[in-house]
């Protein structure tokens, strides 16, 4: 199956269910499947050849998932750019995967003025709310939506033809410690992730979702072709305050949520309405482990829905998940592999690391991407065979070494420690940022906190924990330190605590740890001076 197809079969089961919801406007299954073919043969009277890339720079709306299924459905590969992301960062990308159609706002066209001219292969821009018909850039033709999709309708051009194996589409990493890397990831990649996403959590086509991360997010694609995966409905939005999200669930009737932990620390200390116990039947996070006492708030807060505890990588997609059952007896574990997909712990030499040895995660199966575009260098580092292959297969299988550590217990369940770069080696320990992170949270004393290591003469690296103040409160440094010491190993507790008024995020809505820890160090410099 080729991921567009995910909604012919809504069409075909339940073609008057709603499929699409953004603001005040639906889309049934039948017309989301019909815009989507339009919007096909749009690219393709565009001339858009099989695996051109096309380029979306837009928020969440309707628009936003026919442009990217549509590429899909022509036999070009789409390429979600969040919305988040300046000029420089989007003709980066723009230029690195030579997009030929690019498909936005007038505003954000305006905001790439000046760097359209180093994408020398775009050819055509589609504005979906156009207000002017002047020329972007030269050589530059720009289309408004209406015309683009009126185009398509009245064209009969065949799609190319592909085949599930083929690249569907490019999600672009963070890129929080270089220039970003674009996964490529092909049909059958996202559709395995759809299906094995909706049976672990156990979609139904009655759910509705309430879809607040970016589509240049895996994890937030997994949220549209699940919900198409069994005809459910999915509900766009682009909220300003946290506290429009509690809302937003009430007054759609929301039966699943999808977050980041930066979005549930503060949903945590919401007041929550009373309707949400009414329709909530559950809540996944991924994206970074959910410190402990923010799961206890809302577990509090929400105590009828079901909180699934998810890990894995835009490489790999979703990998494991804990059930809610398992969140009480399991603190601290992302669960067991899901459907169709295989987690290895390993050492350095690949070999099976024993129950409760930590080691490098290593995922394979239908979830692994088909590398980096355009650089076989960072490919072949992460992309290495799976350990200990089948030598009765004459090809070799190629796993993802995730660079992250993490530790299986006796009974399959997998605790995930932290970057292997990222952790902190201090008096001849090596600790984990998370580890810290969470024991901070516990403390009830920040809003926000990241833990990183620097330099020290004596102890090899210092932990620094940087932090905001709690909802309404002060930060108290002297007390939060003092709490840590209760609770941590010496060698464990922070070395210094820093205020900030908010923490840097990437685009995809997590921490910016790089970032943080790159100013600390700058401003340390220059204090000094």
């Given at each position: 199956m080729l991921v567009h197809e995910l909604l012919d079969l809504g069409a075909n089961r339940r073609p008057d269910a709603p499929a699409l919801t953004y603001r005040q406007d639906t889309l049934s299954y039948a017309a989301s499947a019909e815009l989507v073919r339009a919007a096909a043969r749009g690219y393709l009277a565009l001339g858009v050849a099989r695996a051109d890339r096309v380029a979306i720079y837009l928020e969440k709306r309707l628009e936003t998932a026919a442009a990217q299924f549509g590429a899909a459905a022509s036999g070009a590969a789409f390429v979600p750019i969040n919305p988040l992301l300046r000029a420089r960062q989007v003709a980066y990308i723009l230029k690195s995967c030579?997009?030929?159609?690019?498909?936005?706002?007038?505003?954000?066209?305006?905001?790439?003025?000046?760097?359209?001219a180093d994408c020398p292969e775009l050819r055509t821009v589609v504005v979906v709310d156009p207000t002017r018909t002047d020329t972007p850039a030269p050589g530059v033709a720009r289309i408004s939506w209406p015309d683009f999709i009126d185009g398509g309708r009245a064209s009969a051009r065949p799609a190319h033809r592909v085949i599930d194996a083929d690249m569907a589409a490019i999600l672009f990493t963070s890129g929080s410690t270089g220039m970003p890397k674009g996964v490529v990831l092909s049909h059958g990649n996202l559709v395995a992730s759809a299906r094995s996403a909706a049976t672990h959590i156990g979609n139904v086509a009655e759910d509705r979702l309430l879809c607040v991360l970016p589509f240049s997010f895996d994890y937030g694609i997994v949220q549209l072709t699940s919900a198409f995966h069994v005809g459910a409905s999915v509900v766009l939005m682009n909220y300003l305050l946290p506290r429009d999200v509690p809302q937003a669930v009430v007054r759609e009737r929301i039966t699943g949520l999808a977050a980041v932990p930066p979005l549930w620390i503060p949903l945590a200390d919401l007041d929550w309405p009373a309707g949400v116990s009414e329709t909530l039947r559950y809540a996944t996070n991924s994206g970074g482990a959910m410190p402990r006492a923010t799961l206890d708030k809302l577990r509090r807060k929400l105590p009828r829905t079901g909180f699934h505890l998810m890990y894995g990588l835009t490489e790999a997609f979703r990998s494991t998940a804990l059930p809610p059952p398992e969140t009480e007896r399991r603190p601290g574990s992302v669960g067991r592999p899901i459907p169709n997909a295989e987690v290895m712990v390993v050492r350095p030499d690949g070999t099976a690391c024993r129950p409760g040895e930590p080691g490098e995660i290593v995922h394979r199966g239908a979830f692994v991407s088909k590398g980096y575009w355009r650089n076989k260098e960072a490919t072949a580092e992460r992309f290495r065979p799976v350990p200990k292959p089948d030598p009765s297969l004459p090809l070799t299988e190629l796993a993802v070494w995730s660079g992250d550590l993490g530790v299986f217990d006796e009974d399959g369940f997998l605790t995930y420690i932290g970057r292997r770069d990222e952790q902190i080696k201090t008096s001849g320990f090596r600790v984990s940022p998370t580890e810290v992170e969470d024991i901070v949270y516990s403390t009830h004393l920040v809003g926000e906190a990241v833990a990183f290591g620097v330099a020290h003469?004596?102890?090899?690296?210092?932990?620094?924990?940087?932090?905001?103040?709690?909802?309404?409160?002060?930060?108290?440094?002297?007390?939060?330190?003092?709490?840590?010491?209760?609770?941590?190993?010496?060698?464990?507790?922070?070395?210094?605590v820093v205020e900030r008024a908010t923490l840097p995020r990437t685009p995809n809505g997590k921490m910016d740890r790089p970032a943080i820890s790159r100013d600390f160090v700058e401003a340390a410099k220059s204090a000094a001076q």
């Open positions: 030579d997009v030929h159609v690019l498909v936005t706002t007038e505003t954000r066209l305006d905001s790439l003025a000046e760097v359209l003469e004596v102890l090899g690296q210092a932990i620094v924990v940087v932090a905001t103040p709690p909802p309404g409160g002060a930060l108290d440094r002297a007390k939060l330190i003092e709490k840590c010491r209760e609770v941590m190993p010496t060698y464990m507790v922070p070395h210094l």
